[in-house]
């Protein structure tokens, strides 16, 4: 497994987010973490990039211990996040954007891997010189999407990448994700649009109010009548 | 007309210092959103360092040199034994502890150096170039050509270095800034070095002019803050416009009204500002798409 937590908590103050939450995500697959608001998916993902330390528990990567790494240390490690909201560096351009993703890569091939990403998001090649702040959602999700893998992971953690966008663009999106994954990208894909996360996905984790309730293949879980009622309104 | 041209040169010595100690705060603002009230006391240090270095028989270039050094030393050391020890606490806390530490390098300055007023030898001699009637110290010109540098060379770091470009980026974004890899404790370490070091060099260059004491860096960090208010906190043009602003409005002040009130000017400002323009001049948020 190239990732895996045991029993893993994380607190806000006094509010517990995370009660114990087991996953495991294998080189190469797609797992995608469905839930409803507040169940604690982005506390999850946060937990994993270390930007909200863990209270208890563990998370492992590629078999060495980094509950206590750093955030920086986990990038140079191969774990790349994608926020919720997307989060651009609002006032400076998009190559600028591009460029700090692979700051913990300095010396390596980034004009290569710049122009990887323009050939991926065409768009943001049109758009280098503009100020990422200026892009509409769509474009700042991929220059989101664009800047993490600058960093050329191993993980790309991807949370609530279709969140606020129009359904073709939110589909797109989903498109490129597919296409990460078919290129051996390993993904972990939390969403609230549970239907389109678990169609794409090879297995999936359903989290409620901090603990995982179920888990299985993707298609498994959308079958499931339980995940029906309660997140595909079926 | 000399005589406004006087009080311009002499608002633009002081504005520039003041335009140093604003770049020192919206460096260190701009990377944690705290106001470091020791940034006056890193003038002081250059100042009173070099000033004891020569006496000890150091040649000048070197004792500024050393002295600037000194006070990066001190920057980290704030740093490393104030701030970072109190990671996590909430920005009025960390900016207290500023103010704690303002008052004891202060007390430190008294027992290490003396509490006497001193001066440097200026570096290009004492004999004035007259413009127009006015009178221009030479020294000047090396207050306000190490501004320039200064403001050059930092402009050239934020936009066309990468580490410059994750300084600005942790300021925009600390959690997008974190997941791209930014440690943002070295960030924030970086701040302060570069603060004090700005602090220091701006001290060294007015020495000749104003004098220096142990407890000069009180009243700097006061008009260097109205500085900072007036051109917009966080803007680093901002923090030089405001500078010269507030110089410039000092003299007028202190020469056509009264020297009495000279040192009032900056808070009027700094109440004029919170009233009428609380972002200030350049304080502005770029446009943004949410």
Known sequence: MLLQTRGLTSHYGRIQALKGVDIAVGEGELVALVGANGAGKTTLLRTLSGVQPASGGSVAYSGADITASAPYRRVALGIAQVPEGRQVFGPMSVEDNLRLGAYRRRGDDAEGALEAQFARFPVLKQRRAQAAGTLSGGEQQMLAMGRALMARPRLLLLDEPSMGLAPKIAEQILDIVCGLRADGMTVFLVEQNAFAALSIADRGYVLETGRVVLEGAGRDLLADEQVQQAYLGV | ?290
């Not at chain 2, 020890?85 to 502890?97: D, H």
């Not at chain 2, 200064?150 to 050239?156: D, M, T």
């Not at chain 2, 500078?243 to 004029?272: C, H, N, P």
């Open chain 2, 1 to 290: 007309m000399s005589e406004f041209l006087q009080f311009l040169f002499s608002g633009l010595t002081v504005g520039a210092v003041y335009a140093m100690v604003a770049l020192g705060f919206t460096i260190i603002y701009n990377a944690s959103e705290v106001i470091n009230f020791a940034q006056g006391e890193f003038v002081m240090i250059g100042g009173m360092s070099s000033v004891f270095l020569l006496s000890a028989g150091v040649p000048l270039p070197l004792a500024m040199l050393a002295a600037v050094v000194i006070a990066v030393g001190i920057g980290l050391a704030l740093h490393a034994l104030a701030i970072e020890p109190a990671r996590g606490a909430s920005v009025v806390t960390l900016i207290i502890i500023t103010i704690g530490a303002s008052i004891l390098l202060r007390g430190l300055a008294q027992v290490v150096f003396d509490r006497q007023f001193h001066s440097l030898p200026a570096f290009s001699g004492d004999v004035p170039i007259t413009i127009a009637g006015a009178a221009l110290l030479p020294q000047t010109l090396w207050v306000l050509g190490g501004a320039l540098v200064i403001v050059l060379a930092l402009g050239w770091f934020f936009t066309r270095t990468l580490t410059g470009k994750a300084v600005m980026a942790t300021a925009h974004n600390r959690l997008a800034a974190q997941l791209v890899g930014v440690n943002v404790r070295f960030v924030l370490m970086l701040s302060f070095g570069l603060s004090a070091g700005i602090g220091a060099i701006a001290g060294v260059l007015v020495t000749p002019i104003t004098l220096t004491s142990y407890d000069v860096g009180t009243m700097l960090a006061l008009k260097g803050f109205a500085a900072a208010i007036l051109g917009g906190l966080g803007s680093a043009a901002g923090a030089v416009l405001g500078g010269l602003l507030v110089g410039i409005a000092e003299a007028m002040g202190a020469g056509y009204v009264s020297s009495e009130y000279k040192d009032a000017i900056a808070f009027v400002i700094i109440l004029l500002v919170l009233f009428f323009l609380p972002r200030g001049l350049l304080g502005g948020k770029a446009a943004e798409r949410v």
